[in-house]
């Protein structure tokens, strides 16, 4: 008798799991997790040492809305100004063909398993006069490795910037040589599944103004590079991630330049930043100012300037949807060279 009992108590608590779990209540999680996009900074010292670039562009990612996102690398130096996740694999004074002969990637990958590579790799080759066919080779192997990690792996491959060492006076040379033939080589080894994209850091960088030994990136410098990846890389970010710019229920923002004034040795610029929502308004905005090569600010208003970042003022960062607010500024350039071109990047929250 008891067990009979026992048994339909059983089948009852059975049915009842099985009406609850048809509901969605049985070991229903609360919400979905959301899965970051890894995305891992490779290089040499440029990029790990300390490779400050790096904090400006996970805030700029970060500012415009970009928040599910992971750095990931077996490095981690807190080196830079700016608080951000500083995982990478920069390794000071690796070449991309010895990384490549040694197998030493693979490792990297399967111990931090990113979505997308950032990579700014060859400058140690170049400056030891290895030839551009063998660095693209170390390339063509690198990106293997990355495609058995993940068969849809991003990349984004950076045309160097220029170095002009005082130990290496043909180094300068060869970084414009091999650069010329980055393009061509991404074209040929990109697929839908996996593309390659070719991020130009080498334009608008000055070894002189932009590095502080002809080699590794000052302020300047760590702000150009963050406004190339900017762009590239969140263009790689799903449609819809919180705070897409593109998404017109989330405040992102737009800048464009206009050359107010031009003379002998310097120009005056403005910048419109809008809101390009057409439902939300934003906080506070920031441009990153891409200058031509020898061109320094010497003084920003309506903004508060880092590096050549400049950030809103205190009283203009709230932009209503589809609106704009603007800054000025004044720069220094070493010859008249017609109308300067400056390229805007706009990142909000």
């Known amino acids: ?77 807190q080196s830079c100004a700016l608080t951000h996740d500083a995982d ?120 002189a103004a932009d590095t502080y030994d002809g080699v590794h990136p000052n302020a300047s410098g760590d702000a150009k590079m963050a406004a190339r990846w900017y762009p590239a890389l969140s263009a790689l970010l799903t449609p819809g991630d919180p705070g897409d710019p593109g998404d017109p229920g989330n405040g992102g923002c737009s800048a464009t330049f206009r050359a107010v004034s031009v003379w002998q040795g310097g120009y005056q610029g403005e910048v419109t930043v809008t809101n390009t929502s057409s439902t939300a308004s934003i906080s506070s905005w920031a441009v990153t100012l891409a200058l031509p090569t020898g061109s320094q600010l010497t003084q920003v208003w309506n903004g508060a300037l880092t590096g050549t970042t400049v950030r809103n003022a205190g009283w203009n960062g709230t932009v209503a949807a589809g609106a704009s607010a603007a800054f000025g500024f004044l720069a220094s350039t070493p010859a008249a060279a017609g109308t300067p071109s400056v390229t805007a990047t706009c990142s909000a929250s």
């Open 88 to 207: 990478n694999e920069g390794h000071g004074g690796f070449q991309a063909t010895a990384t490549a002969d040694q197998n030493l990637l693979p490792g990297w990958l399967a111990a931090t398993l990113p979505d997308i590579v950032v990579m700014h790799f060859g400058t140690n080759d170049v400056w030891s006069s290895i030839a551009p066919d063998t660095i693209l080779a170390a390339y063509t192997k690198l990106v293997g490795q990355m495609r058995a990690s993940n068969p849809a792996m991003k990349v984004l491959v950076a045309q160097l910037i220029p170095i002009n060492p005082s130990s290496c006076a043909e180094c300068a040379a060869r970084t414009v040589a091999f650069n010329q033939r980055i393009p061509a080589w991404a074209q040929g080894i990109t697929t839908a599944q996996s593309p390659v994209t070719v991020v130009d850091q080498w334009t608008g960088f000055d070894s």
């Open 1 to 77: 008798m008891r067990s009979r009992h026992h048994a339909l108590l059983a089948t009852l608590l059975a049915a009842l799991l099985a009406f609850a779990a048809g509901l969605g209540l049985a070991g229903a999680p609360s919400a979905a997790a959301v899965t970051p996009v890894r995305i891992m900074p490779l290089g040499d010292s440029i990029t790990g040492s300390p490779g400050c670039w790096r904090s400006l562009l996970w805030n700029q990612l970060q500012n415009a809305g970009y928040t599910d996102i992971d750095f990931v690398g077996t490095l981690n130096a």
